[in-house]
């Protein structure tokens, strides 16, 4: 995760010694992600055919979120749908417009991920679309988050053909930062 020890960690461990939890910790600081702390999809938690993490230690939160569907996600909160795109929960007042998301493009191999390009605006899918031009189409009730009810375009190659859940998936087992061959079949996002 984070490198070195910083006021938050420090934060962290005397809140979680204090018996109290890592919610308490400074929403204002800054949440950056490194390449580091993007890992094969199997190592994190499916949910309705996408992937969740937190770089915060906020997982069950990220989760409970993920699982209602509705309502806001917490600081530090990951979101992978294919292994070479990123959405981020970064601290409050990081983009409004975005909802205080960070889109990350990777590149990713057997020893890693490295990060192309990330932003609030910047960063377009390797589909040809831009990630907050069609993040912003999902209703408020999501923040964000894009599913097929949820008010955002489908996911459509250059050659006009639409992404089907079945393409998906074979992109997810294909995680080349995967130990095992594939990534587990998920289930797919309700219609």
């Excluded at 938690?45 to 915060?56: E, S």
């Excluded at 097929?148 to 053909?161: A, F, R, Y």
Aim: with cysteine; glycine share 8%.
């Amino acid at each position: 995760m984070f490198r070195g020890i910083t006021k938050r960690t420090v934060l962290m461990g005397f809140l979680i010694l204090g018996g109290f939890s890592n919610l308490a910790v400074n929403a204002n600081e800054q949440v950056i992600a490194e390449a580091e702390d993007f890992k094969c999809l199997t190592e994190m938690t499916p949910v309705r055919g996408f992937f969740v993490d937190n770089l915060l230690g906020n997982l069950a939160e990220t989760v409970a979120a993920a699982e209602q569907e509705k309502g806001v996600y917490p600081v530090g909160s990951v979101i992978q749908l294919i292994p070479t795109e990123v959405m981020v929960k970064r601290e409050a007042g990081y983009n409004q417009v975005t909802k205080d998301w960070e889109f990350i493009e990777l590149a990713v191999n057997e020893q890693g991920s490295a990060i192309k390009v990330r932003g609030a605006f910047e960063v377009v899918n390797q589909f040809g679309g831009n990630c907050f031009a069609c993040h912003i189409k999902a209703k408020p009730e999501f923040d964000m988050i894009c599913e097929q009810t949820h008010g955002c375009d489908p996911i459509v190659l250059p050659n006009g053909v639409t992404v089907s859940q079945e393409m998906i998936k074979g992109m997810q087992k294909q995680d080349p930062r995967c130990k095992t061959p594939e990534v587990a079949l998920l289930q797919s996002p309700s219609e």
